[in-house]
T-cell receptor, first 117, second 112 residues
Framework: GAVVSQHPSWVICKSGTSVKIECRSL??????MFWYRQFPKQSLMLMAT?????????EQGVEKDKFLINHASLTLSTLTVTSAHPEDSSFYIC?????????????FGSGTRLTVV | GESVGLHLPTLSVQEGDNSIINCAYS??????FIWYKQESGKGPQFIID?????DKRQGQRVTVLLNKTVKHLSLQIAATQPGDSAVYFC???????????FGRGTSLIVHP
């Protein structure tokens, strides 16, 4: 089955530093990847959608300059949290799919717990 | 099926009972629905899906029912086990978009 690897699983960083989270599709080509943020005991909040080779589409209210998304290849997307602050602490999850509207599979990574101190 | 910033409802059951988790959606154009299970500290795992041309689909110990008339989706888990304890999310997608929308989720607690 489709596997998505997300790394790191957890990270602690100091305020003002940047953190990069990687999302890799291991056995399929992910033409589209999604990045979510999840607060404790809440649902997944879509941050952005990225298609390979093009700029990410951000949801309303998500700062594109703060959450940099790169989807340079069909198997890798990265989310960089720039100049992190404690309020950026959260659980970040990526998801990948191998096609457009006709594809019915979404596979999630294991998530990254970010703590900014 | 828009996710909102509210705390999750909880369903508590005894081991061996059947569990029913419900989800309401609002988009009548939604044509694909998915149930996910999320354990603490992990990403969501696919459980079962259903397309809008069906009203029932069965998997191993799980059944998804779709009622398009009232825009309601349910997940039935037979003989619930402690390992089923997790948060369950429904997601919907309309034919015009490939972006799934997640429901608010339900926390299932199974007591041994």
């Amino acid at each position: 089955g489709a596997v998505v690897s997300q790394h790191p699983s957890w990270v602690i960083c100091k305020s003002g530093t940047s953190v990069k989270i990687e999302c890799r599709s291991l056995d399929f080509q992910a033409t589209t990847m999604f990045w979510y943020r999840q607060f404790p005991k809440q649902s997944l909040m879509l941050m952005a959608t990225s298609n390979e080779g093009s700029k990410a589409t951000y949801e309303q209210g998500v700062e594109k300059d703060k959450f940099l998304i790169n989807h340079a290849s069909l198997t890798l997307s990265t989310l960089t949290v720039t100049s992190a602050h404690p309020e950026d602490s959260s659980f970040y999850i990526c998801s990948a799919t191998g096609g457009g509207p006709t594809n019915y599979g979404y596979t999630f990574g294991s998530g990254t717990r970010l703590t900014v101190v | 099926g828009e996710s909102v910033g509210l705390h999750l409802p909880t369903l508590s059951v005894q081991e061996g009972d059947n569990s029913i988790i419900n989800c309401a959606y609002s988009n009548s154009a939604s044509d694909y629905f998915i149930w996910y299970k999320q354990e603490s500290g992990k990403g969501p795992q696919f459980i079962i899906d259903i397309r809008s041309n069906m009203d029932k689909r069965q998997g191993q110990r799980v059944t998804v029912l779709l009622n398009k008339t009232v825009k309601h989706l349910s997940l039935q888990i037979a003989a619930t086990q402690p390992g089923d304890s997790a948060v369950y999310f429904c997601a919907e997608r309309s034919g015009g978009s490939y972006i799934p929308t997640f429901g608010r989720g339900t926390s299932l607690i199974v007591h041994p």
